[in-house]
């Protein structure tokens, strides 16, 4: 059985920083390209970044590009994203997922998506 399991969530002030987790079990994670989306109260889902099977390749979403970095460490089947100069409007549930295949790493569709988490809150408020 395919599990994601998010964690590292919070409350924190605009500018601070958080690292989101993503443990991943039931597949072959090293073999996987990975991605992380969110959902802002009242919006819909967006993309945030997407990583490679082997992390030699990262993408990102404007919003983040620069405050941003996705990770991943595949002798423990965990991914990361690491969130620096975070603002209110970053506040979302975020997710992680698994692309349907490795040749649509680089979508933004969530429809692309066969494997979810059950997502991290952050929420960012002085």
């Known amino acids: 059985e395919v599990q994601l399991v998010e964690s590292g969530g919070g409350l924190v002030q605009p500018g601070g920083s958080l690292r989101l987790s993503c443990a991943a079990s039931?597949?072959?994670?090293?073999?996987?390209?990975m991605t992380w989306f969110r959902q802002a109260p009242g919006k819909g889902l967006e993309w945030v970044s997407s990583?490679?099977?082997?992390?030699?390749?990262?993408y990102y979403a404007n919003s983040v590009s620069g405050r941003f970095t996705i990770s991943r460490d595949n002798a423990k089947n965990t991914l990361y994203l690491q969130l620096n100069s975070l603002k209110t409007e970053d506040t979302a549930m975020y997710y992680c997922?698994?692309?349907?295949?490795?040749?649509?790493?680089?979508?933004?569709?969530?429809?692309?998506?066969?494997?979810w988490g059950e997502g991290t809150l952050v929420t960012i408020s002085s």
């Open positions: 997922a698994k692309p349907k295949s490795n040749t649509l790493v680089t979508t933004v569709n969530s429809d692309d998506m066969d494997y």
């Open positions: 039931g597949f072959t994670f090293s073999s996987a390209a």
């Open positions: 990583i490679t099977h082997d992390g030699r390749i990262t």
